[in-house]
């Protein structure tokens, strides 16, 4: 039963990604180029990251998680307003942030995937590794949406200097609650977090499309 849990959590975590990506699409008729742009940056940023990662002190496991989880958002939070700001530049929409950050969990679900086909035969797997994959998927593409959309919002209002940093702070935490924290704790946590997030973007979003209608009724 353990395998067959590795199995369903690894098949969760690698094809999770394109079905939310093709029912993304389907119903917003989004474009794919901001996806292949997110997943093709992550290779180059997480590999930097690993590296400057290897040379942190192992020897406080609390002060590593910290350091790991300011490092990690500073990247990829960085690379997000890079891409969305130079390189994506015509894709301004809230749904082509989505279809960024999608592409962009799609890296770290291979990663977990494929963490999830190791443990089979080892007998060491947690015994809720499906259900806990199955809600990192899904919680993981709405905080990763909703930092993009917050992202996005500071590019097209020159406020990315507060947007950009509250964007890094979110995921520092959470990546650090995630690690300190036992498992049903750093769920609720980390769930609240993208709750405030979320709402965050929200406002965003609906910020964004004021200058919108407004053009459309003109």
Not at 45 to 64: C, E, P, Q, W
Not at 83 to 110: K, P, Q
Not at 111 to 128: D, N, R, T, W, Y
Request: hydrophobic share 50%; net charge neutral.
């Amino acid at each position: 039963m353990t395998d067959l849990n590795c199995i369903l959590a690894g098949l969760a975590r690698l094809l999770g990604p394109i079905v939310i990506m093709l029912l993304w699409r389907k119903r917003t008729k989004a474009r794919l180029l901001p996806a292949v742009v997110a997943l093709a940056l992550c290779f180059p940023v997480f590999m930097l990251a690993n590296a400057i990662r290897s040379g942190f002190d192992y020897s406080s496991s609390i002060s590593f998680y910290i350091q790991q989880g300011l490092l990690y958002a500073i990247f990829e939070e960085t690379a997000k307003y890079i891409a969305m700001r130079f390189i994506l530049s015509d894709y301004d929409e809230c749904r082509d942030a989505v279809t960024y950050s999608i592409g962009h969990g799609a890296y770290e679900d291979l990663g977990g995937g494929v963490s999830c086909f190791k443990l089979i035969g080892k007998g060491i797997a947690h015994p809720m590794i499906f259900p806990l994959n199955f809600w990192a998927l899904f919680e993981g593409t709405i905080s990763g949406a909703a930092s993009c959309i917050m992202i996005l919002y500071g590019i097209r209002t020159d406020k990315a200097r507060i947007m950009l940093p509250l964007a890094i702070v979110f995921h520092a935490v959470s990546s650090v609650v995630m690690n300190v924290f036992i498992e049903l704790a750093a769920v609720i946590i980390s769930t609240l977090l993208t709750g405030i997030k979320v709402y965050i973007a929200l406002r965003c979003r609906e910020a964004m499309q004021i200058p919108e209608m407004n053009v459309d009724e003109t």
